[in-house]
């Protein structure tokens, strides 16, 4: 199914339509717009998402993508409405972290892993079999 062309006389265009401009989310940061259009697809992260759905100022849409599926989000849909898979590739975009963390975070994550009770079981049950 085929994209059908808008025809609108130039009345309307004068008063109802603005020249745009289609940037990406990092070129866009710090940017305000009358209304914002996202494209959402598979592979996006959650920063990138959330960058581009606040730049409008009256208003944003996000358009979702599973044209373009990826192996981190979405198989292309079977039986799937539309609306299931597309709602399955904006929750994977949503759980995609893309942020690296910071030093301070990665640290304190390193702790945690190590100190855990449960790094100390997996030790011992080592140390355990090869005593035996």
């Given amino acids: 199914m085929g994209a059908r062309p808008v025809h609108r006389d130039a009345e309307y265009v004068a008063e109802h339509v603005e020249l745009g401009y289609a940037v990406t989310a990092y070129r866009a940061q710090g940017v305000t717009i009358e209304t914002g259009h996202t494209l959402v697809e598979p592979g996006g992260t959650r ?7 606040i730049r409008g100022r009256l208003g944003n849409t ?12 979405i198989h292309p849909p079977t039986q799937d409405t539309a ?12 759980q995609h972290v893309g942020a690296e963390l ?6 304190a994550a390193e702790q945690d892993t190590w100190s855990s009770v449960a790094h100390f079981a997996a030790e011992y049950e080592t140390i ?3 005593a035996q």
Wanted: net charge neutral; glycine share 2%.
């Fill in 47 to 53: 920063e990138n998402f959330y960058l581009a759905m």
């Fill in 62 to 73: 996000a358009y979702v993508s599973f044209n373009r599926p990826d192996d981190d989000h």
């Fill in 83 to 94: 609306a299931v898979a597309a709602r399955k590739v904006l929750a994977g975009v949503l």
């Fill in 102 to 107: 910071a030093a301070r975070q990665m640290i």
């Fill in 128 to 130: 355990a079999a090869a």
